[in-house]
């Protein structure tokens, strides 16, 4: 497996050229706005876009190049360096780390928001751009981050750019949305992502990476975390609880639990119930829309499929946050389906 580089250290942004444009436009213009909220699925391309920006900005804005992508910055140039080995000093990142309450949810904490003030009181070292880039926003101490973040929108220094980037932007106060040009990612083109993942992903089956592909919905970075979170074997058992449905074998739900329980990973109860949460997703969006839903579709009105949605969303985030019990966990959202 070749995984790209961390966003921060990544030269490639693919399929979000209209963004990047977007913003390298707003740059030279010379009216840049102080505050960008970039916002769109889980491992599409934010955090990359936003440290791209960052760099561009930071190496002085270089000069464009024709028929080179927007906001290109070589990576021999000292500032692709140093911003992705974290060691720009007029480049501050805040990024989700673990809560100190006992749980495993990752959490943007009051202190590290408040470094970022720290921050932007000071003086640019290199006398050109600073750069604030918060990742995953939405992952906030809600007493008293937004409240503290809010406080670098109202009262921006001059020559700042403070990128904040989302996957649930609607989670947000109002008043951090309205104080920032939002900026919006979608998920790239089946063609995109099947070079992406045949680059990626050399030693992988070619069926393996359409399947990928498929369950991924066009995002890069999900693919490989479904890639290395054994996503294929959960989404099979997702397939298979959904084909059996109204009347799964009891026995069989008790050793699916068990399997996505003694995963080495965590992580592996939150993915199959997002896998489980977006086949419910999709089989809606295709009935509303008089599509060929599934089967197991008809089990529910689809009011009640949308709320069932949104109560395993909430059951995946309590366990990951509090360190409940997967197994149970797993039973719980499984006895929550149509059975009959």
């Known amino acids: 497996m070749s995984p790209p580089p961390e966003p921060r250290a990544n030269p490639d942004l693919i399929g979000h050229d209209d963004a990047a444009r977007t913003l390298e436009e707003a740059a030279r213009s010379g009216k840049l706005h102080h505050a960008?909220?970039?916002?769109?699925?889980?491992?599409?391309?934010?955090?990359?876009?936003?440290?791209?920006?960052?760099?561009?900005?930071?190496?002085?804005?270089?000069?464009?190049?024709?028929?080179?992508?927007?906001?290109?910055?070589?990576?021999?140039?000292?500032?692709?360096?140093?911003?992705?080995?974290?060691?720009?000093?007029?480049?501050?990142?805040?990024?989700?780390?673990?809560?100190?309450?006992?749980?495993?949810?990752?959490v943007l904490?009051?202190?590290?928001?408040?470094?970022?003030?720290?921050?932007?009181?000071?003086?640019a070292a290199e006398g050109g751009w600073r750069a604030l880039v918060v990742e995953e926003l939405e992952r906030v101490d809600r007493a008293v981050v937004p409240n503290i973040l809010l406080k670098t929108l109202e009262e921006p220094p001059p020559r700042t750019v403070q990128l904040l980037v989302t996957s649930a932007p609607d989670r947000l106060l109002p008043t951090?949305?309205?104080?920032c040009r939002r900026l919006d990612l979608f998920p790239l083109a089946e063609q995109a992502m099947h070079?992406?993942?045949?680059?990626?992903?050399?030693?992988?089956?070619?069926?393996d990476r359409l399947g990928l592909a498929r369950i991924a919905d066009g995002c890069p970075g999900q693919a490989?975390?479904?890639?290395?979170?054994?996503?294929?074997?959960?989404?099979?058992?997702?397939?298979?609880?959904?084909?059996?449905?109204?009347?799964p074998d009891p026995r069989r739900l008790h050793a699916m639990a068990d399997t996505i329980a003694g995963k080495r990973e965590a992580a592996a109860l939150t993915l199959f119930?997002?896998?489980?949460?977006?086949?419910?997703?999709?089989?809606?969006?295709?009935?509303?829309?008089?599509?060929?839903?599934?089967?197991?579709?008809?089990?529910?009105?689809?009011?009640?499929?949308?709320?069932?949605?949104?109560?395993?969303?909430?059951?995946?985030?309590?366990?990951?946050?509090?360190?409940?019990?997967?197994?149970?966990?797993?039973?719980?959202?499984?006895?929550?389906?149509?059975?009959?």
């Open 36 to 106: 960008w909220l970039i916002a769109g699925p889980p491992g599409v391309g934010k955090a990359t876009l936003a440290y791209r920006f960052a760099r561009f900005l930071l190496a002085g804005m270089p000069p464009a190049v024709p028929g080179r992508p927007p906001l290109e910055v070589a990576e021999d140039e000292p500032a692709f360096r140093r911003v992705a080995s974290g060691a720009h000093a007029d480049l501050f990142t805040l990024a989700p780390s673990l809560g100190s309450k006992g749980g495993t949810k990752e």
């Open 109 to 123: 904490r009051a202190d590290e928001a408040r470094g970022a003030l720290r921050f932007m009181a000071m003086t």
């Open 176 to 179: 951090i949305r309205s104080r």
């Open 195 to 207: 070079g992406l993942l045949t680059r990626w992903l050399p030693e992988m089956s070619g069926p």
């Open 224 to 247: 490989l975390a479904l890639a290395e979170g054994e996503g294929l074997v959960l989404q099979g058992l997702v397939e298979a609880v959904l084909a059996e449905m109204p009347q």
């Open 273 to 340: 119930l997002t896998l489980l949460r977006r086949a419910i997703a999709a089989g809606v969006r295709d009935a509303g829309r008089g599509g060929h839903a599934p089967p197991w579709i008809a089990g529910r009105s689809l009011a009640d499929w949308s709320t069932l949605w949104d109560k395993l969303g909430r059951l995946a985030d309590e366990t990951e946050r509090l360190n409940l019990d997967r197994k149970q966990a797993v039973l719980t959202g499984l006895g929550w389906l149509p059975i009959r």
